[in-house]
């Protein structure tokens, strides 16, 4: 008999949490022991529990979950983290990975695909949808996106981090004495040498190898 895991849920609506729960619940394999609704309490639960499943929600109140899930894993290295998304954004699942997630998933899929991703971690395997190699998925390599950051100005990077820690781009004008104009202008150099098209993508690569290569911005 394998094993019941020990799940926790994070989210924003206790109401979708509970619905999970139930559906997490119903074969007997998993059982839920808490439901934070903050980064926070989820991660003093993960370093207390050390649960075998992390179920979390891409963004929440206090901000994306590239701030804080490298600092879960840290604490929890056995544990499974999957993150639940909005919508079907197959280019962050390499830089999750990166950061320690063992999965992610869309919101929008059905409670049978849900399961079928858990089961597989639980028997050592990642699943993805077929879809994603239809689009021509191919993950990007660390020392593509390392070569970017290493030509990242030091304005650039500031930047990126006020970004990362969730300033507006107003304020951020503000602190370096340019126009808000100016910020786009940078921003565009920055996506050029990240190689990336839109904000999410800049914030997952930078957030990704800003903590684990603090060195390199000092």
């Known amino acids: 008999?394998?094993?019941?895991?020990?799940?926790?849920?994070?989210?924003?609506?206790?109401?979708?949490?509970?619905?999970?729960?139930?559906?997490?619940?119903?074969?007997?394999?998993?059982?839920?022991?808490?439901?934070?609704?903050?980064?926070?309490?989820?991660?003093?639960?993960?370093?207390?529990?050390?649960?075998?499943?992390?179920?979390?929600?891409?963004?929440?109140?206090?901000?994306?979950?590239?701030?804080?899930?490298?600092?879960?894993?840290?604490?929890s290295p056995t544990s499974h983290f999957v993150v639940m998304?909005?919508?079907?954004?197959?280019?962050?699942?390499?830089?999750?990975?990166?950061?320690?997630?063992?999965?992610?998933?869309?919101?929008g899929a059905s409670p049978r695909q849900l399961l079928q991703l858990i089961q597989g971690l639980r028997e050592g395997f990642l699943s993805m949808p077929l879809e994603w190699m239809n689009k021509g998925f191919l993950p990007v390599t660390s020392s593509e996106v390392y070569d970017g950051l290493l030509q990242l100005t030091a304005t650039e990077t500031f930047i990126m981090e006020r970004i990362v820690q969730g300033i507006t781009y107003d304020k951020i004008a503000l602190e370096i004495e340019v126009s808000r104009r100016s910020i786009d202008n940078y921003l565009r150099k920055i996506y050029v040498k990240l190689n990336v098209s839109t904000r999410a993508q800049a914030i997952e690569k930078f957030a990704l190898f800003s903590r684990q290569n603090k060195q390199i911005y000092a």
């Open 85 to 107: 998304t909005d919508d079907d954004a197959m280019e962050l699942l390499q830089p999750l990975m990166e950061l320690g997630a063992s999965g992610l998933l869309s919101k």
């Open 1 to 75: 008999m394998m094993k019941v895991w020990q799940v926790v849920l994070v989210g924003c609506h206790p109401t979708s949490m509970l619905g999970t729960k139930l559906i997490l619940e119903e074969g007997g394999e998993l059982s839920v022991v808490g439901m934070c609704s903050s980064w926070s309490d989820c991660a003093e639960m993960v370093q207390d529990k050390h649960p075998e499943l992390i179920l979390m929600d891409y963004r929440m109140p206090e901000g994306e979950v590239v701030g804080v899930l490298l600092d879960m894993k840290r604490s």
